[in-house]
């Protein structure tokens, strides 16, 4: 139990254009789902908390109208690059939490790469 | 708030030989840590978990750490190095009087490499 899936897995995009990345948990309801972005030998920082059917908490120096996030049900959080740089290319790794439990289920997360 | 100290960025050992991974821990209030084991471009994955419970805590992979309050660590054993143990290891820490959006703060990360 407690699967956690992201696609894409990988995705190349030009410079401008938008990409949309998913993390569904499969087979459980995640009230809370967590965006971490992880450069190449670095450690995953977080991005955004998010909790379902109300807006995103973003962390200190994470641009919102950058990242875009939903969380429109329970299974189901998105995050949306909009006119995404070179600078964004990274591993984007989300995390699922069920109420009243300590544990956060990662996704295998998304590595992006724009031109 | 909280923050973990992973000492260590890059950790060599023989097959067979013990895996010392080290992570100490500050925090205001009683800690949740965990160690995840991140194998290249996948997830993390949960080795094992501290809840106040018991101080020496068992994992998957025979893994095992030990909480000490008094040295405010929780660093990762495995008494016998495998060649499938190679990957990067990340201490995290959250708070364990709130659950509600409580958040993990990771370590830099320890590079396990497993020598032949």
């Known amino acids: 139990g407690a699967v956690v899936s992201q696609h894409p897995s990988r995705v190349i995009c030009k410079s401008g254009t938008s990409v949309k990345i998913e993390c569904r948990s499969l087979?459980?309801?995640?009230?809370?789902m967590f965006w971490y972005r992880q450069f190449p030998k670095q450690s995953l920082m977080l991005m955004a908390t998010?909790?379902?059917?109300?807006?995103?908490?973003?962390e200190q120096g994470v641009e919102k109208d950058k990242f875009l996030i939903n969380h429109a049900s329970l299974t189901l959080s998105t995050l949306t690059v909009t006119s995404a740089h070179p600078e964004d290319s990274s591993f984007y790794i989300c995390?699922?939490?069920?109420?009243?439990?300590?544990?956060?289920?990662f996704g295998p997360g998304t590595r992006l790469t724009v031109l | 708030a909280q923050s973990v100290t992973q000492l260590g960025s890059h950790v060599s050992v023989s097959e067979g030989a013990l895996v010392l991974l080290r992570c100490n821990y500050s925090?205001?209030?009683?800690?949740?840590l965990f160690w995840y084991v991140q194998y290249p471009n996948q997830g993390l994955q949960l080795l094992l978990k501290?809840?106040?419970?018991?101080?020496l805590v068992k994992g998957i992979n025979g893994f095992e750490a030990e909480f000490k309050k008094s040295e405010t660590s929780f660093h990762l054993t495995k008494p016998s190095a495998h060649m499938s143990d190679a990957a990067e290891y990340f201490c995290?820490?959250?708070?364990?009087?709130?659950?509600?959006?409580?958040?993990?703060?990771f370590g830099t990360g320890t590079r396990l490499t497993i020598i032949p």
């Open positions: 995390s699922s939490k069920r109420r009243n439990y300590n544990e956060q289920f």
């Open positions: 087979d459980f309801q995640a009230t809370t």
């Open positions: 998010s909790n379902e059917g109300s807006k995103a908490t973003y």
């Open positions: 925090s205001s209030v009683p800690p949740y």
């Open positions: 501290y809840t106040s419970a018991a101080t």
């Open positions: 995290a820490v959250t708070l364990l009087a709130d659950f509600g959006n409580e958040k993990l703060t």
